[in-house]
Every structure is written in C-alpha cells, then in structure tokens.
C-alpha cells in the first residue's frame, strides 16, 4: 500500500471516527480535528489561527486521534456499523436472486424495509462537514 493510500485511510478513519465519537472530544480537540480534517488546514495554519505554537497543534491532534480510536476500542460502533454494512449487503445479494419470484406488493414492502435500515444505519452527520 503506498504513503497516499494509507493516508487516505486514516483521513477516511478518523473522519469516521469523529462521526460517532466526535461529541465525546472537549471543545478544543473537536475544533483541531474539523480543522485539519474538514477544512483541510495544515499544522501551521491552525497554528497561526489559534495563537499556539504548531507543535501544541500536532501533539493536541495526536490526542484527538487516540481518543477517538479509544473510544472506537471500547465502543466499537464503528466496526458495528461496517459488521452491519456487510450484512445489508449480503441481504440486498440475496434478494436480487428472488425478487423476481415475490409478488410486487411484498417486494415493494421489503425494499422498503431494507431501504429505512440502511438509513438508520450510520450516526447523523451535521451540514458543517457532510
């Protein structure tokens, strides 16, 4: 796997993370994280912003991070919500194979059911970074 790949799973990580963890975080740690991540600000420039030195950024950052991945460790919301991805999607594969065979009225009610799962399935996201 190269370093962008890798980077691009820690982004699309901890921006995961953050969706389900991020109300947990103090108000400085949720800041440096929509900063860097949904803003897209680098070190020095949330640095300059806040007034702190691009070190404290770094080493507050890195705190954000592991408290999100230890909030994930203890919780697992984020493995649950992949386990029940998965799951919708095996059952949309075997639907697919008999739907023809269901009378319309009970596919309709069927896709439907599974169309509201899948709605409820990940945390509500706010405006400020869907």
């Known amino acids: 796997m190269t370093r962008d790949h890798r980077m691009i799973d820690k982004v699309t990580r901890t921006v995961s993370l953050y969706d389900w963890y991020g109300a947990l975080?103090?108000?400085?740690?949720?800041?440096?994280?929509?900063?860097?991540?949904?803003?897209?600000?680098?070190?020095?420039?949330?640095?300059e912003q806040l007034n702190i030195s691009r070190q404290a950024v770094h080493d507050n950052l890195k705190r954000a991070e592991e408290q999100l991945e230890h909030f994930e460790g203890a919780l697992h919301?984020?493995?649950?919500?992949?386990?029940?991805?998965?799951m919708v999607r095996q059952v949309w594969s075997a639907w697919s194979e008999i739907e023809d065979k269901?009378?319309?009225?009970?596919?309709?009610r069927f896709e439907s059911a599974l169309r509201r799962l899948i709605s409820t399935d990940a945390p509500e996201r706010g405006d400020d970074h869907a």
């Open 25 to 47: 975080l103090t108000d400085r740690q949720r800041e440096l994280i929509e900063l860097y991540y949904f803003d897209d600000l680098s070190l020095a420039e949330i640095a």
């Open 77 to 86: 919301l984020l493995a649950s919500e992949a386990e029940r991805r998965s």
């Open 102 to 108: 269901v009378p319309a009225a009970d596919r309709e």
